[in-house]
């Protein structure tokens, strides 16, 4: 990005009205946990109003001068003309502007008339910078908004574009629009009465994959990612004439969650399954979501939710229909080392040992697959890349080396199945890992011979952060326990827990061929076209099994490297296909080995209502989700707060609750997204308050939330 989009103005203290939503193309209005459902693209706004005609015209030099209206807040007042002309009319470069600041018709007065800035720096204007306007602060005729405007031509000398922009703030409901990306050209009319009108007022509507709300976004299938790239945009007279939120971010209400609802045969709601990532740039905003094996095929919905400010049309949720096929559905995935052990040893209790986070969960592969819920914790080492980590929310890790910054960076993966929920009396007579490789982008690729190989850890390691980055250790290339701070880090032997002596053993405990993955699954066709969208594949664990279950070595896990030429995803603890976790297969004589789904601590909500009927003091439920990084923020700022925790600590009994584990619960409480804070009374049910994250955002706007709640 250009360092010149960084352009945010100190505008106006007074309050902008930007008017009400306009309305839906259906009467019917739909509500769900307090989001609008709206299922086809707004009206326009009407301009009939808008003046046409000039009082008074400055002598313009070009025979083609260029038109175009600004109409300011929701008033009928404030429709500004802008004449673009040239100084010397030679047909080679647009470099005067003309504003009617005051909207009386008139171009020829004082303040009215912009000639344009060509950056100071010479190397600069050779990059690309050309005209620069900067036009001050205009007030509505008829409404309390400020506005300023910045233009600006990026490409050209006869187009503004990128980086425009237009940005108003105020105490409620500021935000920043513009056209943005630089593909996005400022629309002109060599006749006024033809000029395009932009309407800074009304709703923001999304666009998903340039489709509008109500639009189809065609037929996706199971198994494999799809990728949702949206803007967030205020129309004109037309759907040309668009202004765009800056990286889609909607003034304080931030960038907009993106969900795949799923639907039953009667359109009823089975889940929402939240996209992850995201990647803004420019007027963009993108994020994806790998459609599990369990969703029904059928029609179902993106739902692009944004928490608008009421000046901008409210929160609401845009809905865009989508088809899904999915062949894999109803249908059992078969684990070559399930079944491989069931018929070696037919007389042992054969179990599959994985994370599960709640009783949705726990999906079983196979009918005959006998789940063990068990904590497995997995993260990826980059090489020579410090900041990057998984905290504990990444849903694939990656193995193997990918090209980048012009030299080949070697990706490998830490993994530990924790083996307390198999009895001790366990005679462990085989151990298989289940891991699951996925394609999740163009670069995802292991050529033939690749092998990924499992060396057993010598040392502990930490997987995420718990807290704060600049307190709670993770692992990564450097070391098992790194911290920000330099004068205090704990680093492995070698970079990439390399050392053989104390990081890990040197010799591999077992391997496995992943060459040609993806493979196509129509031979002969290009690498475009259909592939293999994920494989199975199982490690021998048996032996170091065997040892850690002695004691003979402690489980400290495993370190997955790739040998041989590029990379692959590997499905993670977090996957959202829950039989593609990391699993752990067992096969043992012994007892019956524990099958109940432990609560994480901290997470119990029924231990936490028992302590409340006691204490006497309400229950405080923190919703989050890991995939939020707006709730990592919170954690690690609002609630890492010393008066917060003090707070919190004298006042409620806290739990915490993952909102994909409990859904109906938060749809039952109110909570239309995360991260958000229900307060309930003693008694575990009558609700008492619902905070959203605007009230979470820091520290002091939480605690007084929490003091009107006295």
């Keep these: 990005m250009n360092a010149r989009t960084n352009l945010f103005f100190a505008l106006g203290l007074s309050l902008l009205a930007l008017g009400a939503a306009l309305g839906c193309a259906s009467d019917a209005v739909e509500v769900r946990d307090g989001f609008v459902q709206i299922r086809a693209l707004p009206s ?60 009386n018709g008139d171009l020829t007065e004082d303040g009215e008339h912009f000639f344009s800035k060509n950056p100071a720096d010479p190397k600069k204007a050779e990059n690309g910078a050309f005209e620069r306007y900067h036009l001050g602060k205009i007030k509505e005729a008829d409404g309390p908004g400020e506005f300023e405007f910045h233009l600006e031509s990026a490409y050209s000398n006869d187009a503004l574009t990128y980086p425009t922009e237009f940005r108003v703030n105020a105490a409620k409901g500021g935000f920043a629009v513009g056209c943005i990306p630089g593909n996005i050209s400022l629309k002109w009319s060599n006749e006024l009465k033809a000029a395009p009108v932009y309407v800074l007022g009304g709703p923001a509507v999304p666009s998903v994959n340039e489709k509008q709300p109500g639009e189809s976004l065609g037929t996706l299938e199971a198994g494999r990612s799809f990728h949702a790239w949206y803007t967030v945009r205020m129309f004109g007279d037309s759907h040309d004439t668009q202004l765009r939120f800056a990286f889609s971010t909607v003034g304080s209400a931030g960038q907009p969650q993106t969900l795949l609802r799923v639907l039953d045969k009667d359109g009823k709601t089975l889940e929402e399954l939240p996209f992850v990532g995201g990647c803004a740039c420019g007027g963009g905003y993108g994020q994806e979501v790998l459609i599990p094996s369990r969703v029904p095929p059928g029609k179902h919905e993106v739902v692009a939710r944004i928490k608008r400010p009421e000046s901008l049309g409210g929160p609401a949720d845009f809905i865009y229909p989508i088809e899904v096929t999915n062949p894999m559905y109803g249908k059992p995935i078969r684990d070559p080392a399930y079944t491989s052990l069931k018929q070696s040893f037919p007389g042992a209790r054969v179990v599959s040992l994985r994370r599960i986070g709640g009783e949705k969960e726990a999906q079983k592969a196979f009918p005959e697959e006998v789940l063990v819920p068990g904590k497995v914790e997995d993260n990826h080492l980059m090489e020579d890349c410090l900041p990057y980590q998984n905290d504990g929310g990444d849903r694939t890790l990656l193995v193997g080396h990918r090209q980048g910054d012009g030299r080949s960076h070697e990706y490998r993966m830490l993994l530990r199945f924790d083996l307390s929920a198999l009895p001790k009396d366990a005679k462990i007579q085989a151990a298989s890992a289940r891991l699951t490789l996925v394609a999740s982008d163009q670069y995802s690729q292991l ?27 993770y692992s990564n290339w450097y070391g098992p326990a790194m911290l920000y701070q330099k004068d205090n880090v704990v680093k492995w032997g070698k970079p990439g827990a390399d050392d053989p002596e ?40 048996t032996a170091l099994m065997k040892k850690w279950q002695s004691g003979e070595i402690p489980n400290c896990g495993v370190l997955l490297k790739v040998k041989g030429s590029l990379s692959s995803y590997v499905c993670s603890s977090e996957f959202p296909d829950y039989p593609f976790r990391p699993t752990l297969v067992v096969a043992y004589e012994g007892s019956e080995a524990k099958a109940e789904i432990t609560v994480a601590p901290g997470e119990d909500l029924a231990a936490a209502v028992n302590r409340a009927k006691e204490s006497k003091r309400p229950v405080l439920v923190k919703f989050y989700s890991s995939t939020c990084g707006v709730c990592r923020r919170v954690e690690e700022s609002t609630y890492a707060d010393a008066e917060v925790k003090k707070a919190l600590g004298e006042r409620f009994e806290l739990v915490r609750l993952k909102v994909e584990d409990h859904a109906d619960l938060a749809a039952e409480l109110g909570v239309g997204s995360v991260p958000a804070v229900v307060v309930l009374a003693p008694d575990g049910k009558t609700q008492k308050a619902l905070l959203a994250a605007s009230q979470l955002k820091d520290a002091q706007t939480f605690l007084d939330a929490l003091q009107k709640l006295k």
Excluded at 52 to 58: F, G, I, M, S, V
Excluded at 84 to 95: A, L, R
């Design 502 to 541: 104390v990081d890990r053993y040197p010799e591999p405990a077992c391997s496995v061929e992943v060459g040609e993955f993806p493979a196509l699954l129509e031979p002969g066709k290009d690498a475009k076209g259909p592939r293999e969208p994920w494989r199975m594949v199982g490690l021998d664990l």
């Design 44 to 103: 326009l706004p009407d301009v009939t109003w808008v003046p046409r005609e000039l009082k008074k015209a400055p002598a313009f030099k070009s025979e083609k001068v260029r038109y175009a209206i600004y109409v300011l807040g929701e008033g009928r007042k404030s429709a500004m003309i802008l004449a673009w002309d040239e100084s010397e009319g030679t047909g080679k470069g647009y470099d005067t502007l003309y504003a009617d600041k005051n909207f």
């Design 447 to 473: 050529k033939a011979g690749a092998v990924l190989e499992a060396y057993a850890m010598r040392r502990t390691w930490i997987e995420s952060i718990a807290r704060s980055v600049h307190e709670t250790p």
